[in-house]
């Protein structure tokens, strides 16, 4: 990326129009512990240096996840709040008929709570919600639907996950955020590479020219055509004159 300082600096004005527009006062955002989360952070961070709000949201997670989560808002100076989900989360699954386990519809629970905890407090603060997802995980769809892509603002979404490393170092984010393997710790020993079949690496490359070997673009291909859905507005009927 050319001049990542610029670019940085374009975002934090970005962040700033974004919620002048909107009439808002600051940023919330979730705080994983990954890098995703801690580049949005430390965007907000300079943003808004007194309004921005990151919420740790555990609900079955690794504690190493709360701890870099910490680590990332000590390094910026930024104000947490903890949330945990864990309950919350066992008591829907009581709720709810749990006929048939299915392992991703039990998972993508965990986001979506996580998004209606963030809201929360964006309505309570009259502060935006701002979203983690980069444009490597939205061109695949790797991301879950009214979960971590329900947000008001999607601050990274044009940067490719080898872009948000540049910007990790740019924003000073701590060392092994930024070189630990990406999980969105949906369950025990999960990786974003390992789930998608490929690395960050080919499906960047594939992003920024279009080639790759075959069996893998094809397959990108075919998850960038099938996620499709999540990327839209829900279809809306309408009566032809």
């Known amino acids: 990326m050319e001049n990542v300082e610029k670019t940085c600096d374009e975002l934090v004005n970005w962040l700033r129009e974004r919620v002048e527009e909107a009439n808002a006062k600051g940023l919330v955002f979730g705080l994983s512990g990954g890098i995703d989360s801690a580049v949005v952070a430390g965007l907000a961070k300079k943003a808004f240096p007194e309004n921005s709000l990151g919420i740790i949201m555990p609900c079955h997670s690794n504690p190493i996840d709360e701890e870099h989560g910490l680590l990332v808002a000590e390094s910026l100076d930024l104000k947490t709040t903890k949330v945990d989900l864990t309950n919350t989360y066992d008591v829907f699954m009581e709720t709810v008929s749990n006929e048939g386990e299915n392992r991703l519809a039990q998972a993508n629970v965990k986001p979506r709570l996580r ?45 490719v996950k080898s872009e948000v490393r540049e910007l990790a170092y740019c924003l000073n984010i701590p060392e092994k955020i930024i070189t630990k393997p990406p999980t969105a710790g949906l369950w025990e020993n999960q ?41 839209k507005f829900p279809p809306i009927f309408t009566i032809e004159k």
């Open 115 to 159: 998004m209606t905890t963030l809201y929360y407090f964006a309505q309570k603060y009259n502060y935006l919600v701002a979203g983690p997802s980069n444009k490597s995980e939205f061109t695949v769809g790797y991301f879950t639907k009214h979960g971590d892509s329900g947000v008001d603002i999607f601050p990274i979404a044009s940067f």
């Open 191 to 231: 990786t974003d590479e390992k789930e998608m079949g490929f690395s960050y690496d080919v499906l960047d490359n594939y992003i920024k020219t279009g080639s790759g070997e075959k069996e893998l673009v094809e397959k990108i291909e075919k998850m960038n055509k099938r996620s499709g859905h999540k990327r």
